[in-house]
């Protein structure tokens, strides 16, 4: 437990952490919050940088409350999946190329090594989801016209629905980087993961159950078997990457 502390302080204090939490934060603005009678659509960027021109016109049709519980968009949907997890896929492949990853093997084991890799980096996406979501609210508390309405719920509950979203979405590119020594093959795992499961789900008839609906969970009606089974999917691809660690021949590295 020590060393999985460590190992999250250690990546939280990165300079990238951050600006990957405040790339999160710029992707949410990018979701369509508001539709005009003519069908032109607007995202909170727009509110929030010609707020004095917009805000006016949308403010009787929308509130801020309305915005903050807008779930992630289409480019939210694209990138975040990267973005969460790079973090971690930066130290991981720090430890590869210098082999740092064979000192620590040496000292705690294969399986001890794995296992706090794989916490750690499901963690480290919850967290910069999560972290990315609140300074999103919070600068559109300060940016745009706020009513008093109570936003304590909507805001508590969403920032945990985005931590279950990081987490969730991190772990196939965990299992890529346990195979690929290659950045560019990892980072592409998700949009082609995504893909294939959409033209799945769409061939066969099946609801395109996408896995952003975890980051509006509290307002998703009958999603039980649904968050279980990716759940169930997000542990099996964990283990995944565990046994791959802990059965290469080079060390880990």
Same mark, same amino acid.
């Given at each position: 437990?020590?060393?999985?502390?460590?190992?999250?302080?250690?990546?939280?204090?990165?300079?990238?952490?951050?600006?990957?939490? !405040?790339?999160?934060?710029?992707?949410?603005?990018? =979701?369509?919050?508001?539709?005009?009678?003519?069908?032109?659509?607007?995202?909170?960027?727009?509110?929030?940088?010609? *707020?004095?021109?917009?805000?006016? #016109?949308?403010?009787?049709?929308?509130?801020?409350?309305?915005? +903050?519980?807008?779930?992630?968009?289409?480019?939210?949907? +694209?990138?975040?999946?990267?973005?969460?997890?790079?973090?971690?896929?930066?130290?991981?492949?720090?430890? *590869?190329?210098?082999?740092?990853? *064979?000192?620590?093997? #040496?000292?705690?084991?294969?399986?001890?090594?794995?296992?706090? *890799?794989?916490?750690?980096?499901?963690? !480290?996406?919850?967290?910069?989801?999560?972290?990315?979501?609140? @300074?999103?609210?919070?600068?559109?508390?300060?940016?745009?016209?706020?009513?008093?309405?109570?936003?304590?719920?909507?805001? +508590? =509950?969403?920032? !945990?629905?985005?931590?279950?979203?990081?987490? !969730?979405?991190? =772990?196939?590119?965990?299992? #890529?980087?346990? &195979?690929?020594?290659?950045?560019?093959?990892?980072?592409?795992?998700?949009?082609?993961?995504?893909?294939? +499961?959409?033209?799945?789900?769409?061939?066969?008839?099946?609801?395109?159950?996408?896995?952003?609906?975890?980051?509006? @969970?509290?307002?998703?009606?009958?999603?039980?078997?649904?968050?279980?089974?990716?759940?169930?999917?997000?542990?099996? @691809?964990?283990?995944?990457?565990?046994? &791959?660690? =802990?059965?290469?021949?080079?060390?880990?590295?």
């Amino acid at each position: 437990m020590r060393n999985l502390f460590q190992y999250l302080r250690d990546v939280i204090r990165t300079p990238l952490f951050w600006g990957c939490v !405040i790339l999160c934060a710029a992707l949410h603005f990018t =979701t369509i919050c508001y539709v005009n009678d003519v069908g032109k659509e607007y995202t909170i960027f727009e509110l929030l940088f010609h *707020r004095q021109e917009l805000w006016d #016109a949308v403010s009787t049709e929308i509130s801020l409350v309305d915005i +903050m519980d807008i779930p992630l968009g289409a480019y939210g949907v +694209m990138f975040m999946p990267v973005v969460v997890i790079f973090p971690f896929l930066n130290c991981f492949w720090a430890e *590869r190329v210098t082999g740092y990853s *064979r000192f620590i093997v #040496a000292r705690i084991g294969k399986v001890r090594y794995a296992v706090i *890799r794989v916490i750690g980096g499901v963690l !480290i996406a919850g967290f910069v989801a999560a972290f990315g979501c609140v @300074l999103a609210e919070i600068l559109c508390v300060l940016l745009l016209p706020f009513d008093g309405s109570n936003i304590g719920k909507i805001w +508590m =509950t969403k920032t !945990i629905s985005y931590f279950l979203y990081g987490m !969730i979405v991190s =772990t196939p590119v965990l299992v #890529a980087a346990a &195979v690929f020594y290659n950045r560019y093959i990892v980072a592409c795992v998700p949009f082609l993961g995504l893909y294939l +499961m959409d033209l799945t789900f769409q061939k066969n008839g099946l609801a395109r159950w996408q896995t952003s609906y975890f980051t509006y @969970l509290y307002k998703v009606g009958k999603w039980e078997n649904n968050v279980v089974v990716y759940a169930a999917a997000a542990v099996g @691809l964990m283990i995944v990457f565990c046994v &791959v660690l =802990t059965k290469r021949r080079d060390g880990c590295v």
